[in-house]
């Protein structure tokens, strides 16, 4: 029997001669969260209703055309590049810097009452945007692999503590993971680019609700420096760069 933490989302195999019947609960080993769920996949508790009832965070329909278009658009020229790059064997490496910063984005938007603002800037920035109501549908939606920035503020569903979900699944990641993950915070008493109090708290920005209007701006920044950073690692693993 497979089950998914609604925490972190790291997926359980257990052993169905051991699980009991009726309801149980199995502590997550990577998040330390209590998981409830059913032997029976028809009980209402059970993993698999669960997760139908917690579907991915939708997109934000504007700009989602021209989000592809841009992102077609993206990965015809990285396959031009790379052939170029193939057949000028022995010389040097075309530089990519230009294109790394046209890269087409997708972020996670997990805020209270600025959600709506943040939405429409980000999406009229060229951002392609998912609204997450719930810690786990931003869980769901971070699953696919193909969202590297998320955006909270403390407001984030506080019936859940979703502010704190979001900041223990950055704090349990590994290493590795956590470098594909670009976390902000959106906060109302934050220093916007303050690098040692993000340093600290395991954020890769903060930005105050009092300069959301420049968003994409200081998110485009700080997206660059962050890159800049991991640049030579991300060649040496042959990563992409966020």
Do not use: W
Not at 68 to 80: H, P
Not at 102 to 111: G, I, Q
Not at 138 to 160: H, W, Y
């Amino acid at each position: 029997m497979i089950i998914r933490c609604d925490n972190c989302s790291v997926s359980l195999q257990l052993d169905e001669a051991k699980i009991p019947s009726g309801n149980f609960t199995v502590r997550c080993p990577r998040c330390q969260n209590m998981l409830r769920a059913n032997k029976d996949s028809k009980a209402p508790n059970s993993p698999a209703q669960q997760l139908a009832a917690n579907p991915a965070a939708p997109a934000v329909p504007d700009g989602a055309q021209e989000f592809a278009q841009k992102e077609s658009e993206f990965e015809i020229n990285s396959a031009l590049r790379s052939l170029l790059s193939a057949l000028q064997s022995g010389k040097a490496t075309l530089e990519s810097r230009d294109e790394e910063t046209k890269k087409p984005r997708r972020v996670l938007v997990c805020l209270g009452e600025k959600k709506d603002a943040a939405a429409k800037l980000l999406s009229d920035a060229g951002y392609k945007v998912y609204l997450a109501e719930t810690p786990a549908q931003a869980n769901e939606r971070l699953r696919e692999g193909k969202t590297e920035i998320v955006i909270f503020s403390p407001d984030f569903a506080p019936e859940f503590g979703g502010a704190a979900i979001l900041q223990q699944k950055a704090n349990a990641m590994y290493s590795s993971e956590r470098r594909r993950l670009f976390l902000v915070s959106l906060e109302d008493n934050g220093t916007t680019m303050n690098a040692h109090d993000a340093f600290c708290r395991n954020l890769n920005l903060i930005v105050n609700t009092a300069d959301l209007p420049q968003l994409p701006l200081i998110l485009n920044r700080a997206l660059i420096d962050f890159n800049d950073l991991y640049h030579y690692l991300n060649v040496g693993l042959g990563a992409e760069p966020i």
